[in-house]
């Protein structure tokens, strides 16, 4: 059987399952991401190639910065610097790494000796070509849709995300949840 | 590609799916249930992939390309949540906001 999807698909069901006991974010953080590499590989032993190099740069590359922004956000105290020394300790890193290295294995496996048996690339590979004529092709109007999706995500975090510290210390000032720290407006 | 290792596929995208699902209802901090909502929708992703890998079709990878888009829009608004949230709330307690009491 495919060794490599074998050894990739493991290795994602290892780290996903860490990712959702541990309690550190940034730990969590580099689990999740190691699993979305393992998948990245899954994805490549199956043919998708292109799905693979989306996974890598588009979800492990983009989406999670984005989350690793927010942690930083988060930590915006005295503390930050000690959590920063405690978070470089090498047995932080040391199991995503292990996981790591267990994917560039399978991964090396499979470019090396990867006859079908030993299982390498099995499935068909499909180029970016296909993938991008099918996309402008019968699912033209998918895409529209998915650029609605985007510019209205676009609007939603804007009006989401605003500064309005003014508000928050009007609700501060009627006695409501927010107590302490709330910033005078601007 | 055959049957097979379609079977093997479908059941990690599924084990994925439900470990991102036990995330989502065990952990009360809001970063760990967005991971989890991550976890969720590329164990979705998965499943279309190894769809179009049995039938060797483009139509999974074209599907992929969307969830990741859907993925994009929900990790934008969802982390904007987050920082108001804390913002709030000064906690990032998926409880604290429980104001409906449901």
């Known amino acids: ?186 | 590609m055959n049957e097979l290792s379609m079977v093997y596929g479908m059941g990690l995208a599924a084990l994925l799916f439900l470990l991102g699902f036990i995330g989502v209802v065990i952990r009360r901090n809001t970063l760990f249930v967005l991971m989890c909502l991550e976890i969720m929708i590329n164990a979705a992703g998965l499943a279309f992939i190894v769809a179009g890998a049995r039938w060797s079709s483009p139509d999974g990878n074209t599907m992929f390309i969307l969830i990741i888009a859907v993925a994009a829009a929900e990790a934008a608004i969802g982390l904007g949540l987050l920082l108001q949230l804390q913002k709030r709330f000064r906690t990032i307690d998926i409880d604290a906001a429980s104001e409906m009491h449901g």
């Open chain 1, 1 to 186: 059987m495919e060794f490599t999807f074998f050894a990739a698909g493991i290795v994602a069901l290892a780290t996903t399952a860490r990712v959702i006991t541990c309690a550190n974010p940034v730990h969590a953080l580099l689990y999740l991401i190691t699993s979305m590499l393992a998948l990245a590989i899954d994805f490549y032993a199956l043919g998708a190639a292109f799905a693979a190099v989306l996974e890598v740069v588009v979800y492990a590359g983009a989406i999670m910065v984005l989350f690793v922004f927010v942690v930083m956000m988060l930590n915006l105290n005295n503390e930050t610097v000690a959590r920063e020394k405690s978070w470089l300790r090498p047995q932080l890193w040391a199991g995503p790494a292990a996981a790591a290295g267990l994917l560039l294995l399978a991964l090396l496996w499979a470019l090396i000796f990867g006859g079908i048996e030993y299982g390498g690339i099995t499935g068909e590979e499909l180029a970016a070509r296909e993938v991008g004529m099918n996309l402008f092709g019968p699912y033209v109007l998918v895409v529209e849709l998915a650029a609605f999706l985007l510019l209205a995500a676009l609007v939603v975090a804007a009006h989401i995300g605003r500064d309005d510290t003014d508000q928050v210390s009007d609700a501060a000032a009627r006695g409501e949840r927010v107590t302490t720290n709330v910033r005078e407006s601007r």
